[in-house]
């Protein structure tokens, strides 16, 4: 019998289940359909795991330079079981907390594969989703007045490599590994890349990564990717930039071994990391008019298809593909939905972070973006190494970089690589959402002694009244 509902929601990730939340909370009736498990790529492949190891791996090497804090500790070393077994436990607790939370708003959740259906004897509009239930029993009809495509991205393939689990990888396979590999190619130096990379090196497995542009992380500002490329490289990873492979010279018979011009590269392992596709097939596009533009939904600001009763928001959208910009768009759809008029999201000013060792974060324009818009810059950089909190915690790599327009000294950009930057990146976040001028930011009494000094350094650096450099 079919179903009837205020909303049903395609896709239980983070965007789905928490614009299930918002709308059992304004009062509609809800349904997710989610085919694997609520919380989806962030919490079982992505974000959470991804962080969860990292930290072992941040762990492991605090371990080895325990003895300049005075502390003794002897035979440091991996028990890479243990490693996964901390990483799953984290994983648990946070998917019993969405499940939780399904229940404490009253949502339907049905486990299995939705697909919308075209005008039918359900409705005269597309839009009805037809349900087949994981555990075998009658499809489900769910019979909504608005939809959410919700339905997330996977790993971009190469074509003509096999990725077997075994030897060649994606995230989503290397996240299950029960041994570390001796040796690792990881094909792209983007975030997914970098962080694995330094998680990797950091568990002692030697690295080569191969970018096929001209630096690592290339979304972010280049004084950013330098020093990355600096840290990685000390730590004895292998980089090459500016690598057209043809996947054709990949050999993964006994070593995973790679033709470079005339340098062959071996390894145990090939981890590819060269992007995600987004989930729009199958899902019964077909039947509707909505748009596909280069891969990804096509939607209007308040996240509508063109049917306006089918909104889509997160990676299937395409833009940033992050779990914080998936759920705002999941909430700024649902108060859509429920008759709000709610505030459009801008993309330039939300944070970006990558979680390797030092960190990176980042919010607003690159210098280069910033001239590229017309702004006369001013760009100051202020290390950690003059930072007392920085010094106390041995943690002196990195800088901040503040980017303000010289006329209005309002603050247009800012970078940070180093300890701590994915959380410090908030203040500046807020600043720029508050349209912050590098005053306002400097004048602002910073705690001492405090990782977030070092803000209102750079901030007092563009007013040229910087105290500690
Ligand atoms: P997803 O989380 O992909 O969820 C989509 C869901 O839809 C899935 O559960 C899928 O099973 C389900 N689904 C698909 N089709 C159907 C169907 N037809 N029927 C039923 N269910 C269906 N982002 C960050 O912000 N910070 C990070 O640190 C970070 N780290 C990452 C690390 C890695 C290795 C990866 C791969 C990604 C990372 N991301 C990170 C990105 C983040 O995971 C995604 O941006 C986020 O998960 C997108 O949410 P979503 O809801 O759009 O899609």
Not at 39 to 52: D, V, Y
Not at 152 to 158: F, I, Y
Not at 196 to 222: K, N, Y
Not at 440 to 466: D, F, R, Y
Request: aromatic share 6%.
């Amino acid at each position: 019998m079919a179903k009837e509902y205020d909303v049903v929601i395609l896709g239980g990730g983070t965007g789905g289940y928490v614009a299930a939340i918002r709308a059992s909370q304004l009062g509609l009736k809800t349904a997710i359909v989610e085919k694997n498990k609520l919380g989806g790529t962030c919490l079982h492949a992505g974000c959470i795991p991804t962080k969860a190891l990292l930290r072992s791996a941040e762990v492991y090497v605090q371990s080895k330079k325990a003895i300049d804090f005075g502390v003794e500790v002897n035979d440091v070393s991996v028990n890479f079981e243990r490693v996964q077994q901390r990483k799953s436990i984290v994983v648990d607790q946070l998917y019993k907390g969405v499940q939780h939370l399904m229940k404490k708003g009253q949502i339907d959740v049905y486990n299995g594969f939705g697909r919308i259906l075209g005008p039918s004897i359900f409705s005269p509009m597309p839009g009805t989703i037809s349900v087949e239930m994981n555990d075998g029993t009658e499809n489900e009809m769910l019979v909504p007045k608005n939809v959410i495509l919700a339905t997330g991205s996977r790993p971009r393939h190469l074509e003509g490599l096999k990725v077997d689990g075994e030897k060649i990888f994606t995230s989503d396979e290397f996240l299950t590994i029960e041994k570390l590999p001796k040796s690792v190619i990881i094909i792209g130096g983007g975030v997914i890349g970098v962080e694995w990379a330094s998680m990797l090196v950091d568990f002692d497995v030697e690295v080569t990564i191969l970018e096929l542009g001209d630096r690592l992380l290339p979304t972010e500002d280049e004084a950013i990717s330098a020093e990355m490329l600096k840290s990685l490289k000390k730590r004895g990873v292998n980089i090459h930039v500016n690598v057209q492979l043809d996947p054709s010279t990949i050999d993964a018979q006994d070593h995973v071994t790679v033709q470079l011009n005339d340098e062959k590269i071996s390894a145990e392992a090939l981890l590819l990391s060269i992007g995600r596709v987004a989930n729009t097939e199958n899902i019964g596009i077909e039947n509707t008019e909505i748009e596909i533009k280069n891969g990804f939904i096509s939607v209007n600001d308040n996240f509508q298809t063109k049917e306006s009763h089918i909104y889509a928001i997160g990676d299937v959208i395409g833009g940033m593909q992050l779990a914080h910009v998936a759920s705002h768009e999941g909430i700024h759809a649902v108060e859509h939905i429920a008759g709000g008029n709610p505030a459009q999201i801008h993309y330039a000013n939300i944070a970006r972070g990558v979680y390797s060792n030092p960190e990176v974060a980042s919010t607003g324009l690159t210098e280069q973006q910033a001239k590229n818009n017309g702004y006369k810059t001013i760009a100051k950089t202020f290390p950690f190494k003059a930072i007392g909190k920085a010094i106390v915690y041995g943690e002196t790599e990195g800088f901040v970089k503040v980017i303000a327009d010289e006329e209005s000294n309002d603050i247009v950009g800012v970078h940070l690589i180093g300890p701590h930057a994915t959380d410090l990146i908030s203040e500046a976040a807020l600043g720029l959402f508050l349209n912050a001028s590098s005053w306002e930011v400097g004048q602002m009494v910073h705690l001492h002694p405090s990782l977030s000094e070092i803000i209102g350094e750079a901030a007092l650096a563009i007013e040229g009244k910087a105290i500690h450099f």
